[in-house]
């Protein structure tokens, strides 16, 4: 701020003077500890009109961030773009980032033995009735009206047509259609035999889940296979399922560690040469041992300042 009002105090002949005489005034950044964006990101937050399975009412829910477990790699997004005035603009910022780093402080504590943890509600879901009106209205059944309406929620009329256009081939497009549990539940037989080909074109992406996972996700979500993969992502699959594909030896030595050490050291680095998002460079750094070697395109060299300051996303390993 010192600095912007000097500047702005200067008089029309001193900005002359600078200018005849080629004066470059190095511009003044402000300095971010790396440990107060960590402060900030895992702040308390308080979440009103939250509704409480508890108490059975809307409240203030009052959230905390921590690590229950540390990551291999701790990949630092620095937020160096903002919006102003209808388009991009680069936060031009010096980051006083440490090379090694421990984040116990942010390690998730156990379950108190006074804490109960809460089982979230079922949401009561009731088909739009515009919606389903509006497909019966242009000679849809209303078995297919309503499926239409549950796989488009939120999406209105056409999104819901749309949907019956493109799964008018489903085996199960007129069958009684009951609006699917949210909750876990076993795969039944005749669950399994109807999606079996979709869980085939699944198992086929390499996704990793099990065939059991798979059709379970696609009983829960009425056989749609995108709703499914969102499904099996956001669930923990059972101990004990079978894998599709086998986990490396790496990724079982992780698991064997229990990821406990919440130090880290940084050993990469990328910064945005430019002053937006729609121009720019980027520019890469690795540490080799003790050395930094920067890339630059085609160019790759030893880095005798590398100017971490400046970057745009840090990379840290778990020591």
């Not at 600095?3 to 511009?27: G, L, S, Y």
């Not at 630092?76 to 773009?81: C, E, H, K, P, V």
């Not at 209105?156 to 909750?183: L, N, R, Y």
């Not at 130090?263 to 720019?280: C, E, K, P």
Request: proline letters at 5%; hydrophobic letters at 35%.
């Amino acid at each position: 701020m010192a600095f912007q009002i000097a500047e702005a105090m200067k008089t029309e002949e001193q900005k002359k003077t600078e200018k005849d005489n080629k004066v470059i005034n190095e511009p003044v950044r402000p300095i971010v500890p790396l440990q107060t964006c960590f402060e900030q990101i895992f702040a308390q937050e308080a979440i009103d009109d939250w509704y409480s399975p508890a108490i059975k009412q809307k409240s203030v829910c009052l959230k905390d961030k921590r690590f229950v477990s540390f990551p291999k790699y701790l990949i630092l997004q620095m937020g160096r773009f903002t919006y102003e005035n209808g388009g991009s603009k680069k936060i031009e910022a010096f980051i006083d980032v440490p090379d090694d780093l421990d984040l116990e402080a942010y390690r998730a504590s156990p379950k108190d033995s006074n804490e109960k943890v809460l089982e979230a509600e079922e949401p009561l879901l009731v088909p739009d009735e515009s919606v389903v009106s509006g497909l019966m209205g242009m000679g849809f059944g209303k078995n297919r009206a309503e499926r239409a309406w549950f796989h488009t929620q939120g999406k209105g009329t056409e999104a819901a047509m749309d949907w019956v256009f493109s799964h008018m081939d489903d085996p199960d497009i007129d069958s009684p259609f009951v609006i699917p549990s949210t909750k876990k539940q076993s795969t039944s037989t005749s669950s399994a035999s109807q999606y079996e080909s979709t869980a085939e074109m699944m198992m086929g992406m390499g996704l990793g889940f099990s065939r059991a996972w798979t059709l379970e996700a696609l009983n829960n979500c009425g056989g749609d296979p995108d709703r499914a993969v969102d499904w099996m992502f956001s669930h923990e699959e059972p101990q004990g399922a079978v894998q599709q594909q086998p986990q490396s030896t790496e990724i079982s030595s992780e698991k064997k560690e229990g990821n406990t050490s919440s130090q880290y050291t940084l050993f990469a680095f990328i910064t945005h040469m430019g002053t937006s998002l729609q121009a720019g460079h980027y520019v890469a750094h690795i540490k080799h041992g003790n050395q930094w070697v920067i890339y630059n395109d085609a160019k790759v060299c030893e880095s005798q300042d590398p100017p971490k300051k400046m970057a745009y996303i840090y990379i840290y390993r778990r020591v």
